[in-house]
């Protein structure tokens, strides 16, 4: 008699099947694969209030509010997927088209099948208005660093 997989291994091997020929798609339990301890987001001053952007060359987002400028991953808390490969981001809302999860600017979720708020990272800012996301300094989703200008 041939040995079958146990029910659990067969449910992740059958919720691996999803994320076939999808990429970005990953287990969902994991925050942006090796984020940089600096990664580059820009200047202040072409950051305007209001504003929520992919961190170009990254998995993540930068944002800057009222109350300051924050940072985050752009993968999915539902099963991994890349949003700035596999979705959408305004200013007011961030979409994963891998399975439909849909997140507010601040990466608290609007719709699942995602229930996790997206990671947020550490932010500096230099004399220069040169703006530092720190990928591997989780920091809580409420946290931002103030402009003063």
């Keep these: 008699m041939q040995d079958l997989p146990s ?9 691996a099947g999803s994320c076939l020929g999808l990429t970005g798609c990953g287990s969902g339990d994991e925050d942006t694969p090796n984020a940089p301890a600096g990664m580059a987001g820009g200047n202040i001053d072409d950051l305007a209030p209001g504003t929520l952007r992919v961190l170009t060359g990254f998995s993540a987002y930068i944002g800057r509010d009222d109350d300051g400028v924050y940072a985050m991953s752009s ?24 399975h439909g ?48 200008s």
């Design 7 to 15: 029910r659990r291994r067969f449910l992740e091997l059958l919720g």
């Design 75 to 98: 993968i999915c808390t539902h099963l991994g997927c890349d949003m700035t490969k596999q979705g959408s981001v305004s200013a007011t809302q961030i979409a994963c088209n891998c």
């Design 101 to 148: 999860s849909r997140y507010d600017a601040n990466g608290e979720v609007t719709s699942g099948p995602a229930v996790a708020t997206l990671t947020h990272y550490e932010v500096e800012i230099d004399a220069d208005g040169e703006i530092t996301v720190h990928g591997d300094k989780k920091v809580s989703a409420e946290t931002r660093l103030a402009v003063t």
